[in-house]
T-cell receptor, first 116, second 112 residues
Framework: EAQVTQNPRYLITVTGKKLTVTCSQN?????MSWYRQDPGLGLRQIYY???????DKGDVPEGYKVSRKEKRNFPLILESPSPNQTSLYFC???????????????FGPGTRLTVL | DQQVKQNSPSLSVQEGRISILNCDYT??????FLWYKKYPAEGPTFLIS?????DKNEDGRFTVFLNKSAKHLSLHIVPSQPGDSAVYFCAASASGNTPLVFGKGTRLSVIA
């Protein structure tokens, strides 16, 4: 089944404790992206990656890191989480250039993160 | 400054009637527009899209209309069904693999 998977689905942590949210897709997609969803703010892009070893900042990159060492994986790293990073996070992927751009993105099920 | 705006946070419609969700954009470079649907505890799923070379795209009960001069698009759902109750996000992109920009979403409730 074609899908985007994220782990963990739920996480409660404390300020300053480094964490990683994994994202993996099995559709051989070039483009991957991370979003956060907050009440009243909709979906905001954190980082995106056009291809392996190519990443770029989205609208709200502060406090986050990403890496794209392999096509299928795009982990989101919070080196020192703070309470304002409490949010619902979504990973997404799409065909990228071959498919006409980062248009029809497939989203993962989401990771609800709480930072105390 | 918000480039994609969905000014109605919520909309309530009776089953069988038409639902119209609206979206405005400010960036004239946007040339591809999409609607996503999101149920609670799930990721958004792609619903329908339209390129700027068209003014209408239809897929079953869903039709998207684009008015480039007004920088406005709308999603029509006819007839509305209770299963359509969800949050709908409008998104836009410019050519050249630029990232999608999302609106804040409109929560649609279809009442039986």
């Amino acid at each position: 089944e074609a899908q985007v998977t994220q782990n963990p689905r739920y996480l409660i942590t404390v300020t300053g404790k480094k964490l990683t949210v994994t994202c993996s897709q099995n559709m051989n997609h070039e483009y991957m992206s991370w979003y956060r969803q907050d009440p009243g703010l909709g979906l905001r892009q954190i980082y995106y990656s056009m291809n392996v070893e190519v990443t770029d900042k989205g609208d709200v990159p502060e406090g986050y890191k990403v890496s794209r060492k392999e096509k299928r994986n795009f982990p989101l790293i919070l080196e020192s989480p703070s309470p304002n990073q409490t949010s619902l996070y979504f990973c997404a992927s799409s065909l990228g250039e071959l498919g006409g751009g980062p248009y029809e993105q497939f989203f993962g099920p989401g990771t609800r993160l709480t930072v105390l | 400054d918000q480039q994609v705006k969905q000014n109605s946070p919520s909309l309530s419609v009776q089953e069988g009637r038409i639902s119209i969700l609206n979206c405005d954009y400010t960036n004239s470079m946007f040339d591809y527009f999409l609607w996503y649907k999101k149920y609670p505890a799930e990721g958004p799923t792609f619903l329908i899209s339209i390129s700027s070379i068209k003014d209408k795209n239809e897929d079953g009960r869903f039709t998207v209309f684009l008015n480039k001069s007004a920088k406005h698009l709308s999603l029509h759902i006819v007839p509305s069904q209770p299963g359509d109750s969800a949050v709908y996000f409008c998104a836009a992109s410019a050519s050249g693999n630029t990232p999608l920009v999302f609106g804040k979403g409109t929560r649609l409730s279809v009442i039986a």
